[in-house]
């Protein structure tokens, strides 16, 4: 089953504009990472917050953690159109196993 | 500095089958993790093998099988394979418990006929 669910499903953008997707989980974490998928292939990992952390940045992305709400975040900055892709969040809770949730599909438009 | 890389990147099976899907780890990466993802939905963890044993299992049924060699390469092997068994098979190497993230290979599609 899903751990974490992102939201919107879908988003298109136009190029130079700012993407924001969330994503929601369902029990207590150690960590939450995140990951883009091009086309179907290989997850490339972006970034990964800690349970004790709030915010983290790099490059053009900024990733919120609200354990409160079980609730992330991941702001995609002066999108591009390369930047088209899948993102997903994954979760662990201690175990070794990560679970991903079900995906925002991001389309950037030049 | 090779990824991970997993063979074959295409598959086609008849129901009924047998297949084995490898994945060759990141070089420093000891940990192997293999998922399976739909289409249109996020990848769904099957197992994972460190010191050549299985340390973790999802939710999938024993046909689902795997191996992890001393060079801490790893097979997935599927019998018996269904319809719904087709899917991208995506293998993640990491160090010890993937705290730092994953690394992903290509993939195997898996088309079961």
């Known amino acids: 089953s899903q751990q974490g669910e992102e939201d919107p499903q879908a988003l298109s953008i136009q190029e130079g504009e700012n993407a924001t997707m969330n994503c929601s989980y369902k029990t207590s974490i150690n960590n939450l990472q995140w990951y883009r998928q091009n086309s179907g292939r290989g997850l490339v990992h972006l970034i990964l917050i800690r349970s004790n952390e709030r915010e983290k940045h790099s490059g053009r992305l900024r990733v919120t953690l609200d354990t409160s709400k079980k609730s992330s975040s991941l702001l995609i900055t002066a999108s591009r159109a390369a930047d088209t892709a899948s993102y997903f969040c994954?979760?662990?809770?201690?175990?070794?196993?990560?679970?991903f949730g079900t995906g925002t599909r991001l389309k950037v438009l030049a | 500095d090779a990824g991970v890389t997993q063979s074959p990147t295409h598959l086609i099976k008849t129901r009924g089958q047998q297949v084995t899907l490898r994945c060759s780890p990141k070089?420093?990466?000891?940990?192997v993790s293999w998922y399976q993802q739909a289409l249109g939905q996020g990848p769904q963890f099957i197992f994972q093998y460190y010191e050549e044993e299985e340390r973790q299992r999802g939710n999938f049924p024993d046909r689902f099988s795997g191996h992890q060699f001393p060079n801490y390469s790893s097979e997935l092997n599927v019998n018996a394979l269904l319809l719904g068994d087709s899917a991208l098979y995506l293998c993640?190497?990491?160090?010890?418990?993937?705290?730092?993230?994953?690394?992903f290979g290509s993939g195997t599609r898996l088309t079961v006929v």
């Open positions: 070089s420093g990466h000891d940990t």
């Open positions: 994954a979760t662990t809770s201690g175990t070794y196993k990560y679970i």
């Open positions: 993640a190497s990491s160090f010890l418990t993937a705290n730092y993230g994953y690394t």
